[in-house]
């Protein structure tokens, strides 16, 4: 359903895609779900999409954070010196994808194939190059996507936002994550908030470099993100669901909840935390 630039991290709409278009219809609607109801989504896509979602135009700036190397290489182009366009870069009105490991083609004027690119044409091959890429070519798919999301999110409200506003309520920010908030409002559940146990974990927590707190939260929550509200406003739970024992702490996603059992150390606790956070794997969009 998408690709994902291995650079940039983020996914768009895949061209080649035989996916359904109620596959598409059905994330929207997810995406919209998750803006009603405050949820926090780790899908990585780029603003362009949400400026796409609000009618707002999207251009090389948009290409440019998703796929940053083509994104210079047409940059390249344009800002190219010579006179000898057409003999060093070699191009034609064409946009070639990859599909199923193939790479397809695609002429980005009728019969592309046989007009060359120059320095007078470079300006428009790389306009409609970028018009390929975020529009043209994922039209099909981008239609049911937005009806999805309309279904949901549709009305006078949503136009209210900007595209950055709207991104910072799906994937929440990449802020720096604010620990002491998030253990005030944390709840128990066969615990104290006094024990030993829960003040191991909280130093554990805390004390973990940036890269493992965010590895830490998205193993109970899902994300590794800060809600656009702040950790004051998560729901966050932990739960004691046994004795003293071998197995490893569990995590309900749905719920922003940890189970643990009542490790009888700060350093098992630590050990089976970590194991758990290191090999868990959650699930995502393909």
């Given amino acids: 359903m998408f690709t994902c630039d291995e650079d940039s991290g983020l996914i768009w ?12 219809y059905l994330v929207g609607v997810i995406i919209g779900l998750a803006i009603y ?3 926090i989504l780790d899908i990585r896509l780029p603003l362009a999409c949400y400026k796409k979602l609000l009618g707002v135009s999207v251009g090389m700036s948009d290409l440019a954070q998703f796929r940053p190397i083509f994104a210079n290489s047409l940059r390249q182009l344009v800002e190219y010196k010579g006179n000898d366009v057409e003999d060093v870069f070699g191009l034609d009105f064409v946009a070639h994808y990859e599909a199923f490991g193939e790479i397809q083609s695609h002429p980005l004027v009728p019969d592309g194939e046989n007009k060359p690119v120059t320095r ?3 300006r428009e091959y790389v306009e409609r190059y970028i018009d390929f890429i975020l529009n043209t070519s994922i039209k099909d798919q981008f239609v049911e996507f937005k009806r999805g999301f309309d279904e949901v999110c549709d009305g006078a409200t ?4 900007r595209p950055e506003e709207i991104e910072l309520v799906v994937r929440g920010s990449a802020e720096s994550l604010q620990l002491d908030e998030l253990r005030a409002v944390t709840v128990y559940d066969g615990f104290r908030p006094d024990e030993q146990i ?30 656009a509200t ?21 995590a309900h996603t749905c719920f922003n909840q940890l189970c643990l059992y009542r490790y009888r150390s700060r350093q ?19």
Avoid at 13 to 24: I, L, T
Avoid at 211 to 217: P, Y
Avoid at 230 to 250: A, H, L, W
């Fill in 13 to 24: 709409f895949n061209p080649a895609s035989f996916e359904s278009s109620d596959q598409y």
């Fill in 37 to 39: 109801n405050s949820t």
């Fill in 120 to 122: 007078r044409t470079r």
């Fill in 158 to 161: 949503i136009k209210l936002f």
């Fill in 198 to 227: 829960i003040n191991d974990f909280w130093s554990i927590f805390m004390s973990a470099d940036p890269a493992m707190q965010r590895r830490i939260l998205f193993f109970i929550t899902g994300s590794d993100r800060v809600p």
């Fill in 230 to 250: 702040g950790m004051s406003n998560m729901v966050f739970k932990i739960t004691c669901i046994g004795s003293d024992c071998e197995r490893y702490p569990q």
């Fill in 268 to 286: 098992k606790l630590y050990d089976k935390l970590i194991t758990a956070v290191m090999e868990s794997e959650g699930y995502g969009l393909k």
